[in-house]
């Protein structure tokens, strides 16, 4: 199993409401992200967990809150958007030295 | 810390013509280099990598790059390319140390006209 799977495909949320994205991969990779990708851009990354633990946080706001359970899954809560936060949000994993990022197809958010 | 330009943000071309895309790079250390391709509609793939050894690189589907440590690039080319090439490329370079991030470039769409 070589696939990072994303769901929902896509999610329509208001800005008071509270919903998560959720990634899961079986590759035994012990790395994983949060980008979010607005349109025409590169993804910019949020989080990174390292063996289950959050390594990096890019100076995310706190209404972006993530969760690693286990080392095959990863959440992303979110609570009270902003319209710009509308983008594309791409999970990726990859093994420890996190050479190469595997990815999956996307969550696409639209806050109204 | 490290930089990628994609000097172009669309190059359109014929079916079956030739491309290059355009990627330079900055850094202060040692890099490995990639190229990531996104079709629309879905999430990043790798296209190629270069990580050490033979500076010229090829993938699956007919796109190579060449490592050129003086000039600071990773250009990527096809000799011939199909409708199905159409997407998005990503340059990226990512330094040696474990605590190195990938970096993205800006994209470069790649648009096939028949």
């Known amino acids: 199993d070589t696939e990072v799977t994303q769901t929902p495909k896509h999610l329509v949320m208001g800005m008071t409401n509270k919903k998560s994205l959720k990634c899961e991969q079986h590759?035994?990779?012990?790395?994983m992200y949060w980008y979010k990708q607005k349109a025409k851009k590169p993804p910019e990354l949020m989080f990174v967990y390292s063996y289950e633990k959050l390594s990096i946080n890019e100076s995310v706001p706190s209404r972006f809150s993530p969760e690693c359970p286990n080392s095959s899954l990863l959440n992303l809560h979110l609570h009270a958007l902003q319209p710009e936060d509308s983008a594309l949000y791409l999970c990726a994993s990859s093994q420890d030295k996190g050479l190469v990022l595997t990815f999956g197809a996307g969550s696409r958010l639209t806050v109204l | 810390a490290q930089s990628v330009t994609q000097l172009d943000s669309q190059v359109p071309v014929f079916e079956e013509a030739p491309v290059e895309l355009r990627c330079n790079y900055s850094?202060?250390?040692?890099?490995?280099l990639f190229w990531y391709v996104q079709y629309p509609n879905q999430g990043l793939q790798l296209l190629l990598k270069y990580l050490s050894g033979s500076t010229l690189v090829e993938s699956i589907n007919g796109f190579e790059a060449e490592f050129n440590k003086s000039q600071t690039s990773f250009h990527l080319r096809k000799p011939s390319v199909h409708i199905s090439d159409t997407a998005e490329y990503f340059c990226?370079?990512?330094?040696?140390?474990?605590?190195?991030?990938?970096?993205f470039g800006s994209g470069t769409r790649l648009s096939i006209r028949p």
């Open positions: 850094s202060s250390v040692s890099v490995y």
């Open positions: 990226a370079v990512k330094g040696y140390s474990s605590a190195s991030k990938i970096i």
């Open positions: 590759m035994g990779h012990r790395a």
